[in-house]
């Protein structure tokens, strides 16, 4: 490597001075973001700035990196986005201390423009106000503050270097490694305190979990039927037929669980209506609401999947809000909005058939959990969530689909996602190893709206065999099946499963991916027989 000519003496020293320049540019970005949490703490958790940075960080990352990421990270892609998030911080915040310490205005200039980024986050989230703004200008200003003691302590100022604009060092304070790694350390151990104490505050602020815990649910109007017996399959290991909430499977974007003050809550009918309507949750509790067992399907479930689950929800029909608010002739859909910004496009006239499309406020006699939805979600049988499930909801605009688009919709997938027939085999797992003799086989199949007339199995590619099936509670429920193979040889099998709805036949055996409106195709399982 050859020495520039120009500054023959500075090159060794420059590029220490810039590390700590870089670091001080790290430690400013955190002091913003540990400032304006703690700030935040005392407005509504869509002040704090985290949150509203990884939302935004989630709706700019592209769909490739974002489909790597979940197939790379499964359930862990939040864990993984928030790494990313933070190495990307860090890069931008090491550049704008470097710029700090060659030229102080621009150095200031770049954290100012990264606190303006994270204020047009903060301000443009569902839901937020220009107020919510407050915490993150408070903690810019405090970063503004700690890059300019750390950049002053850089000691490669002993170098007699200027160090281009920034701000002069009294001479008698010459900066040393030590001074500069004192502030550091006071700076981290500050502002993880400042973090640590938003986060205790908030949690200490929040009322909803409380009320939440006190909260009695009212009596349904108009009960669950009461469930038949034989619901659940004979074979040992088959999923239980009712999904406890602990186990219900969760999907959603929400970086940071929305947390809902239900005292606050208000639901908006809104759009294409004759009359607007408002109904908080006082007047939800008290109007005649519904129990139903209702199955829920995720699009994206893979065959043999368990992203499905099955409660017991409780709830007015959307269609009487419906009614109060009077759609016009022309409007086609409902655009359901989260407090968090999620949202889905559910066709109108689905809201308003017979079918028990919910606004639920319970599941399996509780209120819902927070991970679900608390306060109040939709429910709606026959569509797969995305389109239809909206939880934390807030708003229902009654609009058109040529006019407005949904969450997913506008990343890939289907407008509309009526839930496919599936047959999923549970009993054997996956490559288990059977002892020798007859095979006991089982599993779940489903078709929300439609029913489960029948499910077929076929072993090692053989003819399709009926097999048993188990009780149906209702058409918007999954139902249960066994069979019992002839004795089967040693060695390696396979069982595969179909199923049958009353309207549209057998389960197609036409593999589809689950982008973009669910997964087709018979499921293919493994096992062997010792
Ligand atoms: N607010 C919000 N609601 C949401 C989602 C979301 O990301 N945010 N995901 C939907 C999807 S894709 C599904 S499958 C269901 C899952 O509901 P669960 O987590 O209660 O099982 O919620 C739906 N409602
Ligand atoms: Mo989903």
Redesign the pocket.
Known sequence: MTASPKYPSRRPRNLPALLYAALAGILAAGTVLAAAELAGSFFTARARPLIALGSAFIDFTPLWLKNFAVETFGTNDKAALFAGMALTIAVLAACAGILAHRRWGLGVAAVLIMGAVIVACVVTRAGASPVDAIPTVLGTAVGIGVLRGLIRRTPAAESGESGGGRPPAPLRNRPTRRGFFTAAGLTVIAGTAAAAGGRAIAAARNTTASFRAALKLPAAADPARALPAGLQSPVAGVTPWLTSNAD???????LSL?EIDAETWELRIHGMVEEEVRINFAELLDSPLVERHLT??????PLGGD?A?TAKWLGLPVRELLARARPAADADMVLS????????STPLEVLQDDRDALLAVG?NGEPLPP???YPV??VVPGL???V??????VDMEVTRFDAQTA??TDRGWAQKAPVKTMARVEVPASFARVPAGPVDVGGTAWSQQRGITGVEVSIDNGDWQPAVLAAEASVDTWRQWSFRTDDLSSGNHTVRARATDPQDGVQTGARADTVPDGASGWQSVQFMVE
Do not use: E, Q
């Not at 829920?296 to 479930?301: D, E, G, Q």
């Open positions: 219900f499977y969760r999907i959603d974007t929400a929305p829920l399907t995720c699009v994206s479930n992203l689950g909005t989260s407090v968090d910004g999620f949202s889905a599941m991970v679900h939805g979600r939709m797969y969530g995305f239809s499930a909206t939880k934390w909801i969450y997913w």
